[in-house]
């Protein structure tokens, strides 16, 4: 070990050398770069390329209608700095899709919906079924990543704001690793406790067991069209089993309770 | 930069450096600990790490349910009736000897004590339709009436742990004659507990089964068959978000290689990854008719159509519980104290957590000691009559 200690400080001498110059080298380059980039990313009203930043920006919200697209289109270097829930943003799952277009949902709950035959099948209203289980566990999930996302969102806050820089400067990175740990623990631990997290986690449950059911269905399906038993079939015959070894047992501890 | 200071609103470039140099050394420090423990942990091998080591033999078996007798460790008999161990079903009754010096039973058989444990096996879909019913007045019965015969008829002692406390006080208030005492350790009795004062983290599992109807917990266990052990160890690893989180990476990092730490983080591991399937009956009765509608303390809790009555407990009664358990809150286990006479029951509050009641050394004092110690002094039986632990001879004994 004694080796390879050596050769990690000597690596760190050379990285931290070579950082002290790099950072040195750009403090001037990067304040330039910082104005120029958020010069550069706000958009202008009256540029002719802003007709087709409006017609994605529409498109983005027909899909993602929580997702604000112009926001992204703001973020710049110095934004980023002053506003940290906006760059967290970017990482919030619940942004990306958090809800199906309604007019996806219309169009198979009028499949799904159709009154079924007696003679025929309905493929595609048990496909659309199948579909709305899928969607509403991506929509399950989603708003179950949202209220964790916003648990860690608050931890990040209530971090910054109960400890400085100066303690990170002061050498003490072990303690500010545990103080953080200590405040997203506290603060996901607050969370679990909420309605709003217990409220989604049965939606998330529910739709996941929606979804199990769902492949069983198909499952079986399948095996009963190839003369498998399926697990209904199998759980059935355990369920009579157990009550007849049930009974058994009973009888056994009667007779014995007869002989005495 | 930070809240509350009066920092310029523009990054500093050198200010951020310095800080960046110092969490970087920071890093570092930390790759070579957990450098260290990656090498012991390659050094490691499956067979390094053991747990329940402690001999033992299966003397009785009905379906996938074994009873065990340890073998003596001393020539020295205590003067008490034989003492089964029941766990629950969510876990491993292991978790009771994990290793040489911090093992219950082994201080219990240090102190002369004969000891039988349960295994209830490996669930599968097969005994999804086990109840509580069938476990308490079936197969625990089973194993206490055969404890009882081996010791020629006379009443045996129980300790209780966790969902097999429950069972346990469930059987003696059913079958109060089967028993000479009673102990418990983090046991929950009264399910809801003290659900408004609440600490922060404590007692995820009470309100978050309040949370669900009967239809939700019915639909997962439906599901399963089961209810899976995957599941419930995913639960029992969220209640605690951060550790759970950080225990293979900082968590091993921090241990610096030191081979004895690590072997005792591998053997809690070992016995956190055995969890077996609970099966899907009992577990809708645990958790609707126990957790969601508290019927134990309700009184309203019914087993092959008896009603149990706490208050039918008529044995010195050992109520073991961990101050900071977070789940199974103090307020759950603590009730229990209401049905008992106040003559028969005592307490140990351990200052720790659910699991630390067993597996930390200083429960091995506190915990082991207090449960030998309790034996001990209220459920004596002639020692000259105890059977041979090892051959199972018995003599000719009398109730004291």
């Given at each position: 070990m004694a080796g390879s200690d050596?050769?990690?400080e000597q690596?760190?001498?050379m990285w931290?050398e070579?950082q002290n110059?790099?950072?040195g080298?750009?403090?001037?380059?990067?304040?330039t770069?910082?104005?120029?980039?958020?010069?550069?990313?706000?958009?202008?009203p009256?540029d002719?390329?802003m007709?087709g930043?409006e017609?994605?920006?529409?498109?983005?919200?027909?899909?993602a209608p929580?997702?604000?697209?112009?926001?992204?289109?703001?973020?710049t270097?110095?934004?980023?700095?002053r506003?940290?829930?906006?760059m967290f943003s970017?990482?919030?799952p619940?942004t990306?899709?958090?809800?199906?277009?309604?007019?996806?949902?219309?169009?198979l709950?009028s499949?799904?919906s159709a009154?079924q035959?007696?003679d025929?099948?309905?493929?595609?209203?048990?496909?659309a079924q199948?579909?709305?289980e899928?969607?509403?566990f991506?929509?399950?999930?989603?708003e179950f990543?949202?209220?964790?996302?916003?648990?860690?969102?608050?931890s990040?806050?209530a971090y910054a704001?109960?400890n400085s820089?100066e303690e990170?400067k002061?050498g003490?990175?072990?303690?500010?690793l545990?103080?953080?740990?200590k405040?997203?623990?506290r603060?996901?631990?607050?969370?679990?406790?909420?309605a709003?997290?217990?409220e989604?986690?049965?939606n998330?449950?529910?739709?996941?067991?929606?979804?199990?059911k769902?492949?069983?269905?198909?499952?079986?399906?399948?095996?009963?069209?190839?003369?498998i038993?399926?697990?209904?079939?199998?759980?059935?015959l355990m369920?009579t089993?157990?009550?007849?070894?049930k009974?058994v047992r009973?009888?056994?501890?009667?007779?014995?309770e007869a002989k005495? | 930069m930070t809240?509350g200071?009066d920092k310029?609103?523009s990054?500093?470039v050198s200010?951020?450096?310095?800080v960046y140099?110092?969490?970087?050394k920071?890093?570092?420090?930390a790759?070579n600990r957990?450098?260290?423990?990656s090498?012991?942990l390659?050094?490691?091998?499956?067979?390094d790490?053991q747990i329940?080591?402690?001999?033992a033999?299966?003397v009785?078996?009905v379906?996938?349910?074994?009873?065990s007798r340890?073998?003596?460790?001393?020539?020295?008999k205590?003067?008490?009736?034989?003492?089964?161990i029941?766990?629950?079903?969510?876990?491993r009754?292991?978790?009771?000897?994990l290793?040489?010096?911090r093992?219950?039973?082994r201080?219990?058989?240090r102190?002369?004590i004969?000891?039988?444990?349960?295994?209830w096996?490996?669930?599968?879909?097969?005994d999804q339709?086990?109840?509580?019913?069938?476990i308490i007045?079936g197969?625990l019965?089973?194993?206490?009436?055969?404890?009882?015969?081996?010791?020629?008829g006379?009443p045996?002692?129980m300790f209780g742990?966790?969902?097999?406390?429950?069972?346990?006080?469930?059987?003696?208030?059913l079958?109060p004659?089967?028993?000479?005492?009673?102990?418990?350790?983090?046991?929950p009795i009264d399910?809801?507990?003290d659900?408004?004062?609440?600490?922060?983290?404590e007692?995820f599992?009470?309100?978050?089964?309040q949370?669900?109807s009967e239809e939700?917990?019915n639909?997962v266990?439906?599901?399963?068959?089961n209810m899976?052990g995957?599941?419930?160890?995913?639960?029992?690893?969220?209640?605690t978000?951060i550790?759970?989180m950080?225990k293979y990476n900082l968590?091993?990092a921090r241990?610096e290689g030191?081979e004895?730490a690590?072997?005792?983080f591998?053997?809690?591991?070992k016995?956190i990854s055995?969890?077996p399937?609970?099966?899907?009956a009992?577990a809708k009765?645990w958790?609707?008719e126990l957790y969601?509608?508290?019927?134990?303390?309700?009184g309203?809790?019914?087993l092959?159509?008896r009603?149990?009555?706490?208050g039918h407990?008529?044995?010195?009664?050992l109520n073991?519980?961990?101050e900071?358990?977070?789940?199974?809150?103090?307020?759950?286990?603590?009730p229990?104290?209401d049905?008992i006479?106040?003559?028969?029951?005592q307490e140990?509050?351990?200052?720790?957590?659910h699991?630390?009641?067993?597996?930390?050394?200083?429960a091995?004092?506190?915990?082991?000691?207090?449960?030998?110690?309790?034996l001990i002094?209220?459920?004596k039986?002639?020692a000259?009559?105890?059977p041979?632990p090892?051959?199972g001879?018995s003599g000719?004994?009398?109730k004291k």
């Amino acid at each position: 070990m004694a080796g390879s200690d050596n050769g990690m400080e000597q690596m760190f001498r050379m990285w931290q050398e070579g950082q002290n110059a790099f950072f040195g080298a750009q403090k001037e380059m990067a304040d330039t770069f910082a104005k120029t980039f958020s010069e550069t990313f706000t958009p202008k009203p009256k540029d002719p390329a802003m007709q087709g930043y409006e017609a994605w920006q529409n498109f983005v919200k027909a899909w993602a209608p929580s997702w604000d697209p112009a926001s992204a289109m703001r973020m710049t270097p110095n934004s980023f700095a002053r506003n940290t829930d906006e760059m967290f943003s970017i990482f919030d799952p619940s942004t990306w899709m958090a809800q199906t277009p309604d007019q996806l949902r219309v169009i198979l709950q009028s499949i799904a919906s159709a009154p079924q035959f007696a003679d025929l099948t309905m493929p595609q209203s048990d496909a659309a079924q199948s579909w709305q289980e899928v969607l509403d566990f991506q929509e399950a999930s989603s708003e179950f990543a949202k209220v964790i996302f916003a648990a860690w969102q608050r931890s990040y806050e209530a971090y910054a704001k109960s400890n400085s820089l100066e303690e990170l400067k002061s050498g003490k990175v072990e303690d500010a690793l545990n103080t953080w740990l200590k405040v997203a623990n506290r603060e996901l631990l607050n969370t679990q406790g909420t309605a709003a997290f217990m409220e989604a986690q049965t939606n998330l449950l529910r739709a996941a067991m929606a979804l199990k059911k769902r492949q069983r269905e198909q499952a079986e399906a399948w095996c009963a069209a190839y003369q498998i038993p399926t697990r209904t079939e199998i759980d059935d015959l355990m369920k009579t089993v157990h009550e007849l070894r049930k009974e058994v047992r009973s009888l056994k501890r009667d007779l014995a309770e007869a002989k005495k | 930069m930070t809240a509350g200071t009066d920092k310029p609103e523009s990054p500093d470039v050198s200010e951020f450096a310095e800080v960046y140099q110092t969490v970087w050394k920071a890093m570092m420090e930390a790759g070579n600990r957990a450098v260290k423990s990656s090498e012991t942990l390659s050094r490691l091998k499956q067979n390094d790490v053991q747990i329940a080591e402690t001999p033992a033999d299966v003397v009785f078996q009905v379906d996938k349910v074994t009873l065990s007798r340890y073998r003596p460790l001393t020539n020295k008999k205590a003067d008490t009736p034989p003492l089964i161990i029941c766990y629950g079903l969510f876990g491993r009754q292991t978790m009771i000897d994990l290793q040489e010096d911090r093992s219950l039973v082994r201080h219990l058989l240090r102190d002369g004590i004969d000891v039988y444990v349960i295994d209830w096996g490996n669930p599968t879909r097969a005994d999804q339709f086990t109840t509580l019913d069938d476990i308490i007045l079936g197969y625990l019965r089973d194993c206490v009436e055969y404890a009882i015969a081996r010791n020629d008829g006379r009443p045996v002692s129980m300790f209780g742990i966790c969902e097999g406390g429950t069972f346990a006080a469930c059987l003696a208030a059913l079958e109060p004659d089967l028993f000479s005492g009673l102990a418990l350790a983090i046991t929950p009795i009264d399910f809801k507990g003290d659900a408004e004062n609440f600490r922060p983290g404590e007692g995820f599992l009470n309100s978050w089964t309040q949370h669900m109807s009967e239809e939700d917990i019915n639909s997962v266990i439906d599901t399963y068959g089961n209810m899976p052990g995957e599941l419930t160890g995913a639960v029992f690893s969220s209640l605690t978000p951060i550790a759970s989180m950080t225990k293979y990476n900082l968590g091993l990092a921090r241990l610096e290689g030191d081979e004895d730490a690590m072997l005792n983080f591998l053997r809690m591991e070992k016995w956190i990854s055995d969890r077996p399937d609970h099966p899907g009956a009992a577990a809708k009765q645990w958790f609707n008719e126990l957790y969601r509608e508290n019927r134990l303390v309700e009184g309203k809790f019914e087993l092959d159509g008896r009603r149990v009555n706490l208050g039918h407990i008529s044995v010195p009664v050992l109520n073991i519980y961990a101050e900071q358990d977070h789940i199974v809150p103090v307020s759950c286990t603590r009730p229990l104290g209401d049905y008992i006479r106040p003559k028969l029951y005592q307490e140990i509050g351990f200052p720790g957590g659910h699991v630390g009641v067993f597996v930390s050394r200083k429960a091995q004092g506190v915990v082991a000691g207090g449960l030998s110690k309790w034996l001990i002094e209220t459920q004596k039986q002639e020692a000259a009559d105890t059977p041979d632990p090892v051959e199972g001879k018995s003599g000719k004994a009398k109730k004291k």
